[in-house]
């Protein structure tokens, strides 16, 4: 599978350069070049099969022959060694909990299967990876985790003081060995400033290999497709029409689940469920886009 900066400006890209730098040298994402559907029989008998077995199939397309069939299936498997249970609310809505990883947080599936994908791209290479993040509390508790001991790659987190919850900033700053997590004085945006500072100076980049797994990586939003996968396996025998309600900030998760849709599962159209950091919703009513502070809600 080749993949294309979403700027349209840089040359295509294999999945292994795409995943070590982030962000196409455009600051475009990258995007795969081509969505090849499953068979329907897949869909129509998907619950005769396993997670690892519904994942494997649906993100091979995307990396194979990069990693071979068998590392795959590994990298499958210990992304998704953790429960994905839909809870039945009443007769037409049920919850899928994504919070049983090792740090509670959805993110665990994309960071986890990101970080063994670059530890597969790195084993045999002499030079260190630095994994720049920000966060606003779970996506650095998740990567933190998932990361931790990889070899040939560091990673560097910063928070904003104060503005993560107890339990996640011991996720932070607790684990030590290749984990490191940077205090700074300030709010998210702060964070997120700095770190698109550091990729685009050259002074840095020249010196580094810097990569992100923040979710323009295409490394850490496309497996998380694979639990759309699994609330569809749960419900499919049971509703002709299923509708994914998405908590969305940045939409890359209700992303990973519109290529699980373009895939061939059978879903109505998905709904963005977002809060007062509306930017891009915003965006996509009026095609302007105009980036501004995050508001501080119960949600984030």
């Not at 904003?160 to 932070?172: A, H, N, R, W």
């Amino acid at each position: 599978m080749r993949y294309h900066s979403l700027n349209h400006k840089a040359p295509s890209s294999s999945f292994r350069n795409a995943v070590i730098r982030g962000l196409a040298p455009d600051k475009g994402l990258y995007f795969p070049d081509d969505i090849t559907a499953l068979p329907q029989d897949f869909f129509r008998s998907i619950d005769q099969l396993s997670h690892d077995e519904i994942a494997y199939e649906a993100i091979k397309q995307f990396i194979e022959p990069e990693i071979r069939e068998g590392e795959l299936k590994r990298i499958v498997k210990e992304t998704l060694s953790f429960d994905f249970p839909l809870i039945t609310l009443d007769d037409n809505l049920s919850v899928l909990e994504l919070y049983h990883g090792p740090t509670m947080a959805f993110k665990d599936v994309g960071a986890r299967f990101m970080a063994r994908c670059l530890g597969y791209f790195n084993k045999d290479n002499n030079e260190k990876i630095t994994v720049l993040v920000a966060t606003s509390g779970d996506t650095g508790g998740a990567v933190a985790n998932g990361f931790l001991g990889v070899k040939g790659v560091d990673v560097i987190i910063l928070y904003p003081s104060g503005k993560v919850s107890e339990i996640q900033e011991k996720q932070l700053t607790t684990l030590g060995q290749n984990i490191t997590a940077l205090e700074v004085d300030g709010v998210f945006d702060d964070c997120q400033d700095m770190v698109k500072r550091a990729f685009l100076d050259e002074d840095i980049t020249n010196h580094m290999n810097l990569t992100s797994a923040n979710s323009i990586n295409v490394a850490r939003w496309l497996p998380q497709m694979f639990y759309f996968l699994f609330a569809y396996k749960a419900l499919y025998r049971k509703y002709e029409d299923i509708v994914f309600s998405v908590p969305s900030g940045n939409f890359g998760n209700i992303c990973a689940g519109m290529i699980a849709q373009q895939l061939g599962m059978p879903v109505r159209p998905f709904i963005a469920a977002t809060n007062k950091n509306r930017v891009i919703t915003d965006f996509l009513k009026t095609k302007k886009y105009k980036p501004r502070p995050s508001i501080q809600t119960i949600s984030n």
